[in-house]
């Protein structure tokens, strides 16, 4: 828009009404652009409907995980608001302490906002109404703070004294005056209140009131969402205010921390925080957080929308080396979902089994042909006879379809609890050969043929040394992971789980003379033993330990170590029937999120890169065809800026403005058309000055150069490398 | 003792009872009432009273006040976020509501001054009216002429008023460098080890004879008078551990008169309230319940140190401390390849034997930090938007300081806030040796 000013600065256009943009549906977005519109509508509505059932799920999963700190935090509150009243000797001649509660939360700020939402919905709804919560940012004096707890209290405008508000003093001044900005006035408040709901309770009998009395007087909760960031001086002020008022009224503190409760101790002087009565909450730690999030969301059969390994890396990353944050990768999570279900036309048939064999059926010759270009289907094709049946024959097309989609959700039935057990094998295994979390298993498993691995081999090789105890209590926790399975194939896999425990139980009872077969090799040890003694040569050690190693092997086994054999083989037979990645499986394209580049480029914004790429090669982003230039170099048609950028590129420390000037005059000209000949060319008009001149502010804005005093007339170039 | 107060225009049976309610502060008491005179008698305009915490300032002048009956304001001077609920607050209380309504929006002193004798023209002052301003020391942070005028308020307003303000700080730290009214100080001294004892064994248990408190209080003060001399903190204490003292004579093992075993049996309970609850590592309600439950030492606050942070915000946070007490000098040292055999002899300036640590961190560039961070980082590292956020999310966590100003978007400067062993631990989390890097430790 433009101004009629002379003077550059910033000017605010208040938006017409007139102009209002008509808003548009989610829908229209999703099908704008989306590949393969006409199955558009329908993977917007699987789409929806997945995420919504994600949402709850999690949603249900944090208050879940929460519930535990929000009950004890509950519990603190009432109890606190009980004992205030007890007129026993002890707390009368106690100093009243405010009571506090210091939440310590974990570093992944982003994810409190949740917690401390459902804390305060849950406190207002069980305990008291009075509940302000205040973030550091919004107080920056100790008049703002009262302000804010004022205001979100007694839920009323509040004067500060100030001049920031002149204007609202002139709308409203009776009300401004009326209440002012101290706790007294809270006092005041809060004495009516609790009169007030003591009065409008008539159906209560006068002596029910009186043993109610504690209820009568709900705590004034106030949350410190992150007292980190609070200005202590301010914090220690408000606090001793606060002091001042705890025996008319009933306040309490929660503390958000996010570091360590020793911070209160930073923060706080003794003088204080001895009148604070600081109870401390753990919550649970992120990473916990995030590995049952993983196992509710990625590792199960119930959604089949499924990222692929690369994708699942990225979003694991990006948690465990930037933010810890469990609402990001949700929130990763969602963009993957929104991104497959764009991108990917046949995700109409990434949905429930049943709902897909229908989706199948309705797939146009468009969508056949693409199943057809699959890589998946293509590798699937090569290994049947019927080819050009499959290739021609649409309907047939279709029942393979339907065929190879059961497939795929059986398969995802059955590697689960596969998945699991081979974690709950592998995960007390000394050194982890596998991994600790089951998420890096997972991962392990989305790659490659896991049985493949030198990894799991040793850890094969470390479940055949395991003692009985452990072998049993490990194979039964197996069994328990096995036993809700719905599936044929998981039911046999228990049975003969079950057998094999069975035995093994068996042979507690059977035991019965072990010491003839365990005094053969003690006495063989104390053999090695003394030959171990005798010599110290590393070489040496390692060999005969090979050789005791052998003849351990030669030996014959007992019936225990058969038994065992048997039953890591009998896992090893599972992991190779089911663990299989799901690249070999045909179709997996339509389940499958494979992009990992994309959501490492929304989710993990790299500003510099972009900005370089875009000024080295505008075509990128311009996309128009007359700036197609080869590698490294730039089109003389391209934005002045870019221009000023590749010719800066050419220089060393400090650059020469007027030579600089000259160069990128000489460029303009030439793609103005100008004939190169002619004396006209590179002569410096005053147009190409100026945008000569505004290219370099943008380069200096952008941090690319900056004004030097070394030398007159020079820049100096900010970064390095280029030409 | 009681006949120690006594001034004609009291109230003799008054004022017996507020000398009752005023152990060993008779003095300071009787001195304060002379200074005050007679009710309608005008008194001297300010008066200064000063002494350490809990040493009865504010309790002498509540008594006084209040069983005198006097007209008085009392305020704190920490709840005064603006002028104008000063004002507001004293015309309220002496004129009522009407006259605080008179005074305009973010009132000035003569605004103040100027309602303040209108209504006192109306309504003048039979007795002396005291305003009583607690935390004084606050007032040097506010207005310059604020507490200048507050000296001469009386001659001001011209009516029976007098300022009291209390104090921690002696006079001396207050006066102005222009100068202004000498108030009349008035210190009130701590309370002695047996003025203690004496106060203390007032507030005695309803249903445990005096003697007996009283040498729990003996043995209290014998534990914590070292340490604490804060009357508010010892009565805190002494209710605390009161259950515990009698728990003995309640189960019958020791008879109340049996003073050595009494002290054999809450000692040890004493000592650990000294490293614990007094110094409110537990809290007093955890305190109460493990005298009750007999629970295993609770971990206090200060021990929970541990911070779980992200990869690369471990990473950066490692690259700031280097930055902060290593000079920047010695950088090519520590983080180039082929630096070459470079003693720390050679870097040594004159000044600079003293260790970084014991000068404390030096703020350092953002591009200094970054350089850092690449090197001491293992693997290849995109300069992404969240290393930045997850720099100033470090920021907001007290870790790093921020030291250039908030304005100053081009080159910030930072400050590492964090302890030695804080960042050991951090590093031995992603096994990085960080003393190898240490200039000071080379």
């Known amino acids: ?723 | 003792m009681a006949g120690l107060l006594e001034l004609p225009g009291y109230d003799e049976e008054r004022l017996r009872r507020v000398s009752e309610q005023l152990p060993c502060r008779e003095l300071q008491a009787g001195l304060l009432l002379s200074l005050m005179g007679q009710p309608q008698q005008y008194c001297y305009p300010s008066l200064f009273i000063y002494g350490h915490r809990a040493s009865g300032k504010s309790h002498v002048l509540n008594v006084f006040m209040k069983d005198l009956e006097l007209p008085h304001v009392t305020v704190s001077c920490v709840e005064c976020v603006s002028v104008a609920l000063l004002f507001e607050k004293v015309l309220q209380s002496f004129f009522g509501g009407n006259a605080a309504s008179l005074l305009p929006r973010s009132p000035s002193l003569s605004d103040f001054v100027r309602i303040y004798r209108q209504q006192s023209s109306q309504s003048p002052a039979k007795q002396t009216r005291y305003i009583v301003m607690e935390k004084a020391e606050l007032l040097r942070d506010g207005d310059v002429n604020l507490l200048p005028t507050l000296l001469r308020l009386q001659e001001l307003v011209k009516d029976n008023v007098s300022v009291i303000l209390l104090s921690e700080i002696v006079w001396d730290k207050f006066r102005p460098n222009t100068g202004c009214f000498e108030p009349l100080l008035l210190h009130f001294p701590d309370y002695s080890k047996g003025e203690l004892q004496q106060i203390l064994s007032t507030d005695r248990h309803p249903s445990y004879s005096a003697e007996f408190y009283s040498s729990y209080i003996n043995m209290l003060l014998g534990v914590f008078y070292p340490i604490c001399r804060d009357l508010r903190e010892l009565r805190h204490l002494a209710a605390l551990n009161f259950s515990k003292f009698f728990e003995p004579v309640a189960a019958g093992k020791v008879k109340e008169t049996d003073t050595h075993k009494l002290w054999k049996y809450i000692e040890p309970h004493l000592k650990k309230a000294m490293q614990t609850v007094y110094l409110r590592e537990v809290s007093s309600l955890q305190w109460e319940q493990m005298a009750e439950h007999e629970t295993g030492a609770l971990r206090g606050l200060s021990a929970h140190t541990h911070v779980e942070l992200p990869y690369y915000s471990k990473f950066l946070l490692i690259a700031a401390y280097l930055a902060s007490y290593n000079p920047a000098r010695t950088d090519k040292r520590f983080f180039l390849k082929h630096h070459g055999k470079i003693r720390k002899t050679n870097f040594l300036k004159k000044n600079e034997k003293t260790s970084n640590h014991l000068l404390g961190p030096k703020p350092f560039p953002l591009d200094r930090l970054l350089a850092v961070f690449y090197s001491v980082v293992d693997s290849r590292v995109a300069p992404t938007a969240s290393i930045f956020s997850q720099i100033s999310s470090l920021v907001t966590l007290q870790l790093l300081t921020l030291v250039s100003h908030d304005d100053q978007l081009d080159t910030p400067k930072y400050k590492c806030a964090v302890s030695l062993d804080f960042i050991s631990a951090i590093s031995r989390t992603v096994n990085f040796d960080i003393v190898k890097y240490l200039y000071d430790f080379l």
């Open chain 1, 1 to 723: 828009m433009a101004t009629s000013s002379f003077s550059r600065g910033c000017f605010v256009f208040k938006p017409s009404a007139k102009k209002k943009k008509m808003t548009v549906g989610p829908e229209r977005y999703f099908t704008h652009g989306s590949e393969g519109s006409e199955s558009s509508e329908v993977r917007f509505k699987i789409c929806l409907d997945l995420w919504n059932k994600v949402k709850m799920e999690t949603e249900a999963l944090q208050d879940e995980l929460n519930r535990n700190i929000l009950d004890s935090l509950l519990e603190f509150t009432r109890k606190c608001s009980s004992t205030r009243d007890h007129s026993d000797w002890a707390s009368q001649m106690r100093a009243s302490e405010i009571p506090t509660a210091a939440l310590v939360l974990g570093v992944n700020i982003p994810d409190h906002d949740m917690t401390f939402q459902s804390l305060s919905d849950l406190l207002r709804h069980s305990v008291t109404p009075h509940v302000a919560s205040l973030q550091a940012k919004e107080c920056g004096a100790l008049k703002h703070l009262m302000k804010r707890v004022l205001e979100r209290l007694m839920g009323a405008v509040v004067a500060v004294g100030d001049e920031e508000e002149e204007e609202l003093q002139q709308t409203d001044p009776e009300l401004q005056k009326s209440v002012h900005c101290s706790l007294t006035a809270l006092c005041d408040w809060y004495i009516s209140k609790t009169k007030k709901s003591s009065c409008s309770a008539p159906g209560k009998k006068r002596s029910s009131s009186v043993v109610d009395g504690q209820h009568q007087q709900p705590p004034v909760v106030i949350i410190f969402k992150d007292l980190e960031a609070f200005n202590s001086r301010v914090l220690q002020d408000f606090i001793l205010i606060c002091s001042r008022y705890i025996r008319r009224l009933p306040l309490m503190f929660i503390f958000g921390i996010a570091t360590s409760p020793s911070t209160i101790q930073h923060m706080l002087p003794n003088s204080v925080s001895s009148l604070l009565c600081i109870e401390l909450f753990q919550s649970l730690s992120c990473t916990q957080h995030l590995t049952t999030v993983i196992d509710k969301l990625i590792l199960t059969s119930s959604f089949p929308f499924k990222l692929s390994g690369k994708v699942m890396q990225v979003l694991v990353s990006i948690f465990l080396y930037h933010d810890f944050s469990v609402r990001n990768f949700i929130k990763g999570f969602q963009l993957a979902l929104l991104e497959h279900f764009h991108s990917q036309p046949l995700s109409s048939l990434c949905c429930r089994k049943n709902e897909a064999q229908l989706n199948v059926q309705q797939l146009g010759p468009a969508d056949l042909e693409r199943i057809r270009q699959l890589p998946s289907f293509k590798r699937y094709l090569k290994e049947q006879e019927e080819q050009d049946n499959l290739m021609t024959d649409d309907s047939h097309l279709k029942d393979v379809c339907q065929k190879l989609i059961k497939g795929l959700h059986k398969y995802h039935k059955n590697y689960y609890p596969i998945l699991r057990c081979l974690h709950c094998l592998t995960s007390s295994l000394p050194r982890y050969p596998l991994g600790k979390q089951i998420r890096e298993l997972h991962l392990i498993c989305l790659e490659k043929n896991v049985w493949e691995s030198e990894d799991y081999q040793s850890a094969m090789k470390l479940l055949k040394m395991l003692a009985k105890g452990e072998l049993i209590s490990l194979l039964q926790t197996c069994a328990e992971v096995l036993q809700p399975v719905r599936s044929k194939k998981m039911k046999n896999a228990l049975v003969q789980l079950e057998e094999l425990l069975a035995k093994l139980k068996l042979l507690d009872v059977a035991v019965v003379g072990p010491a003839a077969a365990e005094v053969a090799p003690s006495v063989e040890e104390n053999l090695t033993v003394r030959n171990l003694q005798k010599k110290t040569d590393l070489f040496q050690l390692q060999k005969m330990l090979l050789e005791m190693n052998e003849s351990r092997r030669s030996k014959r086994m007992s019936s225990f170590e058969i038994l065992r054999n048997e039953a890591v083989e009998f896992v090893d037979s599972l992991v190779k029937n089911h663990l299989s990645p799901p690249e070999s499986k045909p179709l997996y394209e339509v389940c499958y999120y494979t992009s990992s580049a994309t959501v490492r480029r929304h989710l993990n914004a790299t500003p510099r890169t972009s900005i370089q790429a875009a000024l080295s090669s505008p075509y990128s982003y311009i996309q128009n065809d007359s700036l197609k230039t080869e590698d490294g170099t730039v089109s003389n048609a391209a934005p002045d800026i870019c221009i000023a950028y590749k010719l800066h590129l050419e220089c060393g420390r400090l650059i020469n403005l007027y030579d600089w000037l000259e160069a990128y005059s000489t460029v303009v000209s030439a793609a103005e058309g100008s004939n190169p000949d002619s004396d006209g060319l590179g002569k410096v008009d005053e147009v190409k000055h100026a945008r000569f001149i505004r290219a370099v502010s943008e380069l200096e804005f952008l941090g690319f150069i900056k004004a030097t005093r070394k030398k007159t007339d020079h820049v100096a170039r900010l970064t390095w490398g280029g030409c």
